[in-house]
């Protein structure tokens, strides 16, 4: 550590602010000076704020995606097409589904991804509950949507074993060149990829 | 705002650390999941780090520095030499010329720069407590170590008008190309600076 902080309640503040994921030392001081700067109020509106979303935040008991409520509003819509469940690893994937407004069905989060480098087996994750989700039927398909990685492919792979059983579709979202990508800076594997599973193209679908 | 977040406190929370400098709402959404995935106990020492560090904090009523005590350890530092006071914008900028172990004299933080821009004048800041000291005595060298902007530049004049009246050398850091700078890439107005005031060479100093 090459600074020397005039204040050990400063020193300590920095260190917490150092401890979140992508924030070093330096941002960390900035934040803190920032702090400094703010009314009481502001801070301790602040400090309630992320105390209360650590203690008091619920996840829904159908899909584990956060909620306010034992159910979520996604889970509780009735407009929403129950007969589709898309699988996600976290709750910023639901966010990101939600927002191509493409999907109408429910969620399922796992709350993590088969990864035996970190320890993370099937059983550490949310993969029975989905499973009871799907015998309880009514379910006609479960949506795959995990990262294009190995840790998503074995996820994928896992939960499409165990729901084998069921009369169930299961599906896993399209790989291919991004839209907008041009093909000479798209990887070989995904360029690969996109060639196998091309897809018909229809003058009208 | 093209989130739509599943809970009221999430998104409370994520409000909150996007006020901060530099965080937006993805990353304020990032650092609110690391807080989810953390212990109680931690999240607790995180927000009570950050409300003591506001509450508690103390600034030295010598040099304005930020202390845990009335006056700060540099000022009460009986080795260091108290007939220099080397003049800076904040706390970080003491630190940075703490960490160049080159200064043995104390400080005065004057807590910001004159700039009719933002509304500061030089009753805002540490002005007149900085002429105060030099009034009372044993100050040689007043060094101004402001960022070299036109603000910097206003506050130096208006401080060395200030302290013109009093027996003490009033000196400014030297502007010129960085260590490790290539010319080529200096720019002009810094190239210049550094030609005026070049300093002879000797072989020993």
Do not use: W
């Not at 992320?50 to 034992?70: A, G, L």
């Not at 129950?82 to 939600?98: F, G």
């Not at 995990?146 to 840790?151: A, D, G, K, N, R």
């Amino acid at each position: 550590m090459d600074n020397t902080y005039p204040s050990q309640l400063l020193e300590r503040a920095v260190a917490e602010f150092s401890k979140l994921p992508g924030i070093g030392r330096k941002t960390a001081l900035r934040l803190v000076l920032d702090v400094l700067r703010r009314s009481e109020d502001e801070v301790d509106s602040f400090t309630s704020a992320v105390s209360r979303v650590r203690k008091e935040v619920k996840y829904c008991r159908v899909c584990h995606n956060i909620s306010d409520t034992d159910v979520c509003p996604i889970c509780s819509d009735s407009h929403r097409d129950a007969t589709t469940i898309c699988v996600v690893e976290n709750i910023r994937d639901v966010m990101a589904v939600e927002n191509t407004q493409q999907y109408r069905g429910l969620y399922h989060v796992l709350g993590g991804i088969i990864s035996p480098m970190d320890g993370i087996g099937p059983n550490d994750i949310e993969i029975d509950s989905l499973v009871e989700r799907v015998a309880q039927g009514g379910v006609k398909e479960v949506i795959l949507a995990l990262s294009s990685t190995m840790e998503g492919d074995t996820t994928n792979f896992y939960i499409s074993r165990k729901l084998a059983p069921y009369d169930v579709a299961v599906s896993v979202i399209a790989r291919g060149i991004s839209v907008g990508d041009e093909l000479e800076y798209t990887d070989e594997v995904t360029l690969g990829r996109a060639i196998l599973n091309r897809t018909t193209m229809t003058t009208k679908q």
